[in-house]
């Protein structure tokens, strides 16, 4: 079962606010840049990630949250990570098996907190409209 809600709130107005500031840089982590559904606002959410043949893999430790159902819906977005802006298309959701490339460190967390699934994403070019630019 993925992470409670109190967590995710918890970390959207506290945790997040600091890794946001280094997440776009920094091996397994990066920002994704994304539109709300309804009020077309731009968010910009830290994440844990791995890069993969073709895209990127997205650890779900809150379940479907807001940003995962705004990729979804837009069928896209952009991610920032280790620096580059990468756009990414056909976002789909796929269960945890442990074996998507995560290191052993973050294999042990996704572990301990229960993820069940991952946002597989392709990476594509140029950027959709509306999910962001790259930097």
Known sequence: MPLPDSV????KAVTNQVTGRFADRLPGFGIVV?????????????????ARDGG????L???RSQWVRN???????TVITRGRSH???????APYRGDEGFPAPA????????????LLVDES?????GAGSPD
Not at 8 to 11: G, L, M, V
Not at 34 to 50: A, C, D, I, M
Not at 56 to 59: G, P, S, W
Request: cysteine-free; overall charge positive; charged content about 20%.
């Open 8 to 11: 995710a709130r918890f970390n």
């Open 56 to 59: 990127f893999t997205f650890a």
């Open 87 to 93: 756009a990414i298309a056909n976002p789909r959701v």
């Open 125 to 129: 070019s140029p950027p959709l409209d």
């Open 71 to 77: 990729v979804l819906a837009a069928g896209g977005a």
């Open 34 to 50: 994304h539109k709300g559904r309804r009020s077309g606002t731009e968010y910009r959410t830290p994440v844990n990630l791995v």
């Open 107 to 118: 294999r042990a967390i996704l572990r301990l907190v229960d993820v069940e699934e991952v």
């Open 61 to 63: 430790t809150y379940g």
